[in-house]
T-cell receptor, first 113, second 111 residues
């Protein structure tokens, strides 16, 4: 069974540009979470999508947005990049419902210069 | 929403010692409490989880305890080994809701 895949693995952008990160969940896993992991810090919750809808968002500015496609893959968009957006962005997928294991992708390392 | 506090932020032990990491949660309706291990440069992976109808769960050298009254749960690692060195995250969720993580504990096991 294929795991959670994220692309690209690394991304270098200039301040002010836009970044698009992609996540393909495990087949049948409808919930997709996005987390930001800055160096030395924990998993900061960004967005949660399920069944194509945004279910919750964390305490991040509106320039962080995303969507989920009919095949449950997801995209995270970050507009007007700032230097402090440099971090590892992890997506995780989960079977719809409660109390199930979340499987993480390998992450996209975004560097803003 | 749910808030998860995790302590300590770093923990250094000698090989063979036990390690304990503690988390508290704010939402009394939370009913699922997983623990994830993230080795350097790798993705977080589930190592053990517990549900609110159980007070304790063990899997070889690791165990998790849950105190619903105090809204507190802990990870216990016995006979630590160097390969246990990693960042450990606790999390909590209830029903159909966001999986909220603690800020993580860096465990260092010295040979």
């Amino acid at each position: 069974e294929a795991g959670v895949t994220q692309s690209p693995t690394h991304l270098i952008k200039t301040r002010g540009q836009q970044a698009t990160l992609r996540c393909s969940p495990i087949s049948g896993h409808t919930s997709v979470y996005w987390y930001q992991q800055a160096l030395g810090l924990g998993l900061q919750f960004l967005l949660w999508y399920d069944e194509g809808e945004e279910r919750n968002r964390g305490n991040f500015p509106p320039r962080f947005s995303g969507r989920q496609f009919p095949n449950y893959s997801s995209e995270l968009n970050v507009n007007a990049l700032e230097l402090e957006d440099s971090a590892l962005y992890l997506c995780a997928c989960q079977l719809r419902g409660t109390g199930t294991e979340a499987f993480f992708g390998q992450g996209t390392r975004l560097t803003v210069v | 929403g749910e808030n998860v506090e995790q302590h300590p932020s770093t923990l250094s032990v000698q090989e063979g010692d036990s390690a304990v990491i503690k988390c508290t949660y704010s939402d009394s309706a939370s009913n699922y409490f997983p623990w994830y291990k993230q080795e350097l440069g790798k993705r977080p992976q589930l190592i053990i989880d517990i549900r609110s109808n159980v007070g304790e769960k063990k899997d070889q050298r690791i165990a998790v305890t849950l105190n619903k009254t105090a809204k507190h749960f802990s990870l216990h690692i016995t006979e630590t080994q160097p390969e246990d060195s990693a960042v450990y995250f606790c999390a909590a969720s209830r029903g159909y809701s966001t999986l909220t993580f603690g800020k993580g504990t860096m465990l260092l096991v010295s040979p």
